[in-house]
Nanobody, 124 residues
Framework: QVQLVESGGGSVQAGSSLRLSCTSS????????MGWFRQAPGKEREFVGR????????YYADSVKGRFTISRDIAKNTVYLQMSSLKPEDTAVYYC?????????????????WGQGTQVIVSP
């Protein structure tokens, strides 16, 4: 069982940066792909980015490419989402998720475990 816990959300002004963290109290992430998703009020949850833990290969949604970066600390079994140049449209609840597979990782249906989410609010 993988239990994911996100942290690092908050309220910031546009142009600011935030770093979200996701750690597990259970198994190591070594066999998983780690994804970040977000859900804005009144909208469906959408893919933000993902990392294949073994090798650290990342992929991002076009809406965040160049502004968001996923990284990891293997020793701490923690994955991060560094968000820069934040915009009001980045306001959402952000979720990390773990997938046992490695295909179609932009789809939330591919993920087996989810964190509880952390709120990010970006004001103009």
């Amino acid at each position: 069982q993988v239990q994911l816990v996100e942290s690092g959300g908050g309220s910031v002004q546009a142009g600011s940066s935030l770093r979200l963290s996701c750690t597990s109290s259970g198994r190591s992430f070594s066999r998983y792909a780690m994804g970040w998703f977000r859900q804005a009020p009144g909208k469906e949850r959408e893919f933000v980015g993902r990392m294949i833990w073994s090798g650290g290969i990342t992929y991002y949604a076009d809406s965040v490419k160049g502004r968001f970066t996923i990284s990891r600390d293997i020793a701490k079994n923690t994955v991060y989402l560094q968000m820069s140049s934040l915009k009001p449209e980045d306001t959402a609840v952000y979720y990390c998720a773990a997938a046992m597979g490695s295909r179609s990782l932009d789809s939330e249906r591919r993920y087996d475990y989810w964190g509880q989410g952390t709120q990010v609010i970006v004001s103009p």
